[in-house]
Every structure is written in C-alpha cells, then in structure tokens.
C-alpha cells in the first residue's frame, strides 16, 4: 500500500514554476480515532486523479461506513471545475469524511468555471490551500523514496511563486478579478508569470499577502 515516489518526480510534479500536464495526488488517510496514517500516491490516468480517488475510496469504504475518517491531499494541480463537483458530491454521500486539500499550482484559474469550483469547495467547508515550505518538507520525508541522509533536503522552491498562487486563491474566495497572469512563450518554452493589480486587490487582499509579493512595501517605523 506504502508506495513513494521517486525524488526527480516529486521536485518535477510539485514545482509551482513548472506547469506540467499530468497530475500527482498525494494522501493521507486517518480512520476514527487512530493515529496511523494510511499513504499512497497516484497519478491522472484517462481520469483525473480525484475521480480515481473517489472511485477506489468508494469501493473499499463499503467495509466500514460510520468511521469517522480524515483525508488530506498533497495535489500538483488544483481541481478542475468537475472534479470540484464530484469532490462535493462525495463528501455529501460520505459525511463522516473531512478533507483538506493542499495544492501546489491553480489548475487553469482564469477559466470562470474552475475559479466557482474551487469557491464552492471552501464555501461547502472544505480547506484548500496553497502548498507551503511546510508541506513540501512533509511530503518530502513522508511520500519520496529519498536517498539516505537526504531527509531533511526537499525542494526549495523560491517562496515568491507560492505567495503568488495565494494570492490568487484569495482573489477566488472574494470573487475578485484574476490578478496573476500567466503567459507562455513556446519558441522560448519560457513561462512569464506576473501580477496585473487592481484597485479592488489592494483594497480586499489581506496586507501580509500583498506585502509577501512584493505588491506593497512594508510601513516605514521610525524611531
Ligand atoms: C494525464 O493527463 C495528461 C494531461 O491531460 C495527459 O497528457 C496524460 O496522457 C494523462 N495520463 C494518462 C496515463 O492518461
Ligand atoms: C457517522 O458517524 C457516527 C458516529 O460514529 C455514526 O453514528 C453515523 O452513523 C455515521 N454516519 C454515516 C452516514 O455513516
Ligand atoms: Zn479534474
């Protein structure tokens, strides 16, 4: 059941700057009480990783349906409008199950459709939320067959990107316009990632998120 991944695929799948086709689910699962941990990896096959979650939970869950259980998904692209659907219809035939989703990169997040999905997850209770330094250590020692000695190397990725994707998260939630803007130039194979700020976005972002993209400069103190 205890599958790894390998390390070149974790720092390849996760990174937020690479926007890599397939997608990588990581997760954890706790039933009742207990403190063991149940993990497992999979990747989107002819169907995204979500559904293929749900279907294999679905089956094996029969065996056991009034214990409370507890699922955390490490995900390199969030879901996708429908997936959001069929994660919401899950959880309504399994209310016992609670989820929180960690995401390393917004899947498509211009497209109207992804953006009401994901608001819709959060609004129906579940947390979605951007991959920190801390889950990247975590997935690190707990899902990549790292070498020995390696455990306490993970990928660092520049904090920049992840502030970014949190940024447009919180531009979801409070349904304002897109603010980060992706481009790619395919002759370079370069991808341009910028933030296009509104007035709107200074005006309902949280300050700490604005200040950790560099879209506002921290308060002058004097002394
Ligand atoms: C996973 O999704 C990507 C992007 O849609 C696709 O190119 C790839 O073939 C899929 N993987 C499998 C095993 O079908
Ligand atoms: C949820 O858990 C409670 C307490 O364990 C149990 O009584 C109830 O039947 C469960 N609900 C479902 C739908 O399994
Ligand atoms: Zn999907």
Same mark, same amino acid.
């Given at each position: 059941?205890?599958?790894? *991944?390998?390390?070149?695929?974790?720092?390849?799948?996760?990174?937020?700057?690479?926007?890599?086709?397939?997608?990588?689910?990581?997760?954890?699962?706790?039933?009742?009480?207990?403190?063991?941990?149940?993990?497992?990896?999979?990747?989107?096959?002819?169907?995204?990783?979500?559904?293929?979650?749900?279907?294999?939970?679905?089956?094996?869950?029969?065996?056991?349906?009034?214990?409370?259980?507890?699922?955390?998904?490490?995900?390199?692209?969030?879901?996708?409008?429908?997936?959001?659907?069929?994660?919401?219809?899950?959880?309504?035939?399994?209310?016992?199950?609670?989820?929180? *989703?960690?995401?390393?990169?917004?899947?498509?997040?211009?497209?109207?459709?992804?953006?009401?999905?994901?608001?819709?997850?959060?609004?129906?209770?579940?947390?979605?939320?951007?991959?920190?330094?801390?889950?990247?250590?975590?997935?690190?020692?707990?899902?990549?067959?790292?070498?020995?000695?390696?455990?306490?190397?993970?990928?660092?990725?520049?904090?920049?990107?992840?502030?970014?994707?949190?940024?447009?998260?919180?531009?979801?939630?409070?349904?304002?316009?897109?603010?980060?803007?992706?481009?790619?130039?395919?002759?370079?194979?370069?991808?341009?990632?910028?933030?296009?700020?509104?007035?709107?976005?200074?005006?309902? *972002?949280?300050?700490?998120?604005?200040?950790?993209?560099?879209?506002?400069?921290?308060?002058?103190?004097?002394?």
């Amino acid at each position: 059941f205890r599958r790894r *991944i390998k390390p070149w695929e974790f720092e390849i799948f996760f990174d937020p700057r690479q926007l890599r086709k397939e997608t990588c689910l990581l997760y954890e699962i706790k039933w009742g009480t207990s403190h063991k941990v149940w993990r497992n990896s999979g990747q989107n096959t002819t169907k995204h990783v979500e559904v293929n979650f749900i279907e294999k939970f679905t089956s094996e869950r029969k065996l056991c349906p009034s214990i409370s259980c507890s699922i955390t998904w490490f995900l390199s692209w969030s879901p996708c409008w429908e997936c959001s659907k069929a994660i919401r219809e899950f959880l309504r035939q399994h209310p016992n199950v609670t989820l929180v *989703i960690y995401v390393a990169r917004l899947f498509h997040h211009m497209d109207q459709r992804n953006r009401q999905g994901l608001k819709d997850l959060i609004l129906s209770g579940i947390t979605v939320q951007i991959m920190r330094v801390s889950e990247y250590h975590h997935c690190w020692r707990n899902f990549v067959s790292y070498s020995p000695g390696e455990e306490t190397y993970w990928p660092r990725y520049p904090p920049l990107w992840m502030m970014m994707y949190a940024l447009e998260l919180h531009c979801i939630i409070l349904s304002l316009p897109p603010c980060l803007k992706i481009s790619r130039r395919c002759q370079h194979q370069l991808t341009l990632f910028s933030l296009t700020p509104q007035k709107c976005h200074y005006q309902m *972002i949280p300050p700490y998120i604005l200040l950790a993209t560099g879209l506002i400069e921290p308060p002058m103190t004097w002394r």
